[in-house]
């Protein structure tokens, strides 16, 4: 039987990889604008690093990750022996914890220093239960600012990321910008300590998970699916109830630069995020139009304490990350999809095969002069080789014939006009286009 990729695992066949690389480079273009730079840091770290950082009670971290033992390792788990867990290695299943990490070992922003500005392009892997819109591997396009905790720095981060989709194709009129404050660790644990004293008193009607929440992590209850926990955690208490003076003046600066901007936004004191980290400000962006259960494309906020978490010193920081695949579907939504592009401009036949090797020299100085070009490499005839140069896409065919090259000419065909002239064989790569 032949092997086929297991279940939330995904190929990107040529159109989509074009597709993607072309994503990935608009994004550098315009976050490149903003002065955010690239990084890359690997897609392994210790599994510590998502423990601390994310949260152990997250379902990212209690559930999610795909973590490694190393062979080397392995015979100690297989004799039954403990593993320390700075030896456990796990696929990243966000980018936030490393680049952090990373800002922090490297001290990128040393104190005094202007904020780090990063973006990262790449796979994450998160064991969910695949559905359309869920894999297990999937790519994020994500940026972390840190070092300056101005309201400013969310601002922009949340206009970038509008412009971006904007950019794409996505209709503004076919997502929404949701925004909440989370607090600080002044003002949160009043009110998480509300949250679970309304969640005990509604008890009865929430479900097992969510009464396990009430005491480890209540605020989780926010994400749960289930139609009668959501009815009660509707009319829990409203963080926006509970923010300090500082926190609030915060919140409330963001979303004046966000406005002023000419960006709408909803407000929702419900949106809590999965991730541990976050501290005042948290976004998410749906699409409205997808069709999907997993309809959020991108989203993020302000981790104000996670470099510390993580051992560096207190640095500010604010970050997002958004979806490719989840866009794709969203694009696909409003009509956009994903042509087959030309694989070369010149198609290089021969009129018979011995003349492949002057083929070859034609098809080897068009490409050194820039233009993608491509002959046949298998056992074909003229007209068959004519039929590949469409399917291709190839805009011209130059076809090599003995008599014409023996005049030193080459014959050339415009598949668009449909028109033919000679040009000089030893002039082709100058001349043809
Ligand atoms: P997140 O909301 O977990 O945030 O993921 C960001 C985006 O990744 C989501 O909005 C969604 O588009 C996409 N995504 C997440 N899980 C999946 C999946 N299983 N399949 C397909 N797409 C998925 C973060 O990861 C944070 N690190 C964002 C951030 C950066 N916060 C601060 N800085």
Same mark, same amino acid.
């Given at each position: +039987? ?79 022996? *403990? ?8 696929? *990243? ?44 591997? $999937? ?68 479900? /097992? ?10 605020? *989780?209850? $926010? ?9 009660? +955690? ?38 809590? @995020? ?49 979806? $490719? ?10 009509? @956009?999809?994903?042509? /087959? ?37 298998? /056992? ?54």
């Amino acid at each position: +039987m032949a092997i086929t990729l297991p279940a939330g695992f995904e190929d990107m066949l040529p159109a989509e990889a074009r597709f993607y690389h072309d994503f990935v480079e608009t994004a550098q273009r315009i976050f490149a604008t903003y002065g955010y730079q690239p990084i890359i840091t690997p897609q392994v770290e210790v599994t510590e690093l998502f423990v601390r950082g994310i949260g152990e009670a997250t379902d990212v971290v209690s559930k999610e990750m795909f973590t490694a033992i190393s062979g080397e390792n392995l015979g100690t788990l297989l004799g039954g022996g *403990r593993i320390k867990s700075k030896s456990r290695l796990t696929l *990243r299943p966000e980018g936030t914890a490393g680049v952090v990490r990373a800002v922090v070992e490297h001290d990128l922003v040393p104190q005094g220093a202007a904020p780090a500005k990063l973006m990262y392009a790449g796979p994450m892997f998160r064991a969910e239960r695949p559905q359309k819109g869920r894999l297990r591997q $999937f790519n994020q396009i994500g940026i972390e600012c840190l070092g300056a905790e101005a309201p400013s720095v969310d601002a922009e981060g949340i206009i970038m990321l509008m412009r971006f989709f904007a950019e794409l194709g996505i209709p503004s009129e076919s997502m929404v910008l949701l925004v909440n404050s989370m607090g600080c660790e002044k003002c949160r644990p009043a009110y998480r300590d509300a949250v679970r004293a309304y969640m005990d008193d509604h008890a009865d009607g929430l479900c /097992d998970q969510c009464n396990e929440r009430a005491q480890i992590n209540p605020l *989780r209850a $926010f994400d749960c699916k289930n139609p009668s926990c959501e009815k009660i +955690m509707d009319a829990a208490p409203k963080i926006t109830d509970y923010l300090c003076d500082e926190c609030r003046e915060h919140y409330t600066a963001v979303l004046a630069y966000v406005s002023a901007a000419g960006i709408a936004y909803v407000e929702d004191p419900k949106l809590v @995020r999965g991730l541990d980290y976050y501290t005042r400000t948290v976004f998410e962006v749906q699409a409205l139009d997808s069709n999907s259960a997993q309809n959020a494309i991108g989203g993020g906020g302000r981790y104000d304490k996670l470099a510390q978490e993580v051992g560096g010193r207190d640095t500010p920081g604010f970050g997002f990350a958004l979806g $490719f695949e989840r866009c794709r579907i969203a694009l696909e939504a409003a009509g @956009r999809s994903i042509a /087959d592009a030309p694989s070369c401009t010149v198609f290089v036949a021969t009129v018979d095969d011995s003349l492949k090797t002057q083929a070859f020299d034609l098809v080897q100085r068009l490409r050194d002069a820039g233009i993608p070009a491509d002959t046949n490499h298998q /056992d074909r005839s003229l007209k068959s080789q004519l039929k590949l140069a469409n399917r291709l896409q190839a805009r011209y065919v130059a076809v090599l014939g003995p008599d014409e090259l023996a005049e030193g000419m080459v014959t050339v065909r415009d598949m668009v006009e449909h028109t033919e002239r000679a040009v000089p064989f030893a002039e082709a790569q100058r001349v043809l286009i």
